[in-house]
């Protein structure tokens, strides 16, 4: 979803949860943190995504500002996604999941 600026929620989590609102742009997120990355290499540490969802999210991630696409005048053409200052500002959020996930599997491996 491509958020207007008039169409913001009032709510902060709201509007981050509308930015991050699926797992692919979280893993997107993910893996850009990083650095830059080349479509092929998003599709391929991206499991079971397609290309059609894939550059879906990365133009909704562009629109919202999270990220930017950079083409190369090559043949075929290279093009480059980084996360913008914004995009990296979620990094945090990533990494609390990251952390939260990791106790979490513990826990359960574990019988709790």
Known sequence: MIINKK?????PVETTLLLISNKWKILIIRDL???TKRFGELKKSINNISQKVLTSNLREMEENGLLTRKIYPEVPPRVEYTLTEIG???NP????MDKWGTG???KIQ???
């Open 104 to 106: 979490y599997k513990e």
């Open 110 to 112: 574990s019988g709790i």
């Open 93 to 96: 959020i990533l990494e609390e």
């Open 7 to 11: 169409e913001l929620p009032a709510c």
């Open 33 to 35: 943190s990083n650095g």
């Open 88 to 90: 990296e500002s979620l």
